[in-house]
């Protein structure tokens, strides 16, 4: 695709359901993180995988937060039994990894917890 | 693991001055330094990079400064305009780990 894909573009969900998130990273990137951005504030690491290599998860608030990606394409991140505190926009970005840093973003979504 | 400090978290400049937003990290091993854009309601986008290697690079209006005994490295936009408003984040990224660390950002607004 043309850019970095992320959906739904909204999630509203009600306390202690789950929820899936899921990016669609530009073609031939290597690289993925997720990253949460609370209101009004900067970018909290959460994941980030490296081909095949084994995910950086040290960004991971809880054990309710995961995230899975198969080879170097979709990712999926999961929050279970959500909390108020997880209503945020949670960004994804890819890279061509290795010494190409430059992260391209996708929109985000933008996750609210009632 | 890394920590970056970003100040201030709100600059007010008039359009055509000059605005500097400073960025301190924690990790002697970092060595890579972007720069990321964010506009109202729009996706972060990388605006200037640079390596530990080089201490000064410059793109048109923007330049970024890096002082590696002092852990810190500075945005510097010359001769703003309007459209320069929006919120700015540095990152670093540790030689040990690979992913980058974020500042919490700055949201400049250029005063017509």
Redesign the interface.
Known sequence: GAGVSQSPSNKVTEKGKDVELRCDPISGHT?L?W?RQRLG?????LI?F?GNSAP?K??LPSDRFSAERTGESVSTLTIQRTQQEDSAVY?CASSLGRLN???F????TQLSVL | ?ENVE?HPSTLSVQEGDSAVIKCTYSDSASN?F?W?KQELG?????II?IRSNVGEKKDQRIAVTLNKTAKHFSLHITETQPEDSAVY?C?A?SGS?????????TQLTVLP
């Open positions: 690289a993180y990253y504030q900067g970018l909290e690491f980030y490296q950086d040290s960004g960004l840093e430059k992260l973003f996708g929109s985000g | 693991g970003q890579y972007p990321y729009k996706r972060p986008q990388l990079d984040f990152a990224r780990a690979r992913q980058l660390t974020f500042g919490s950002g």
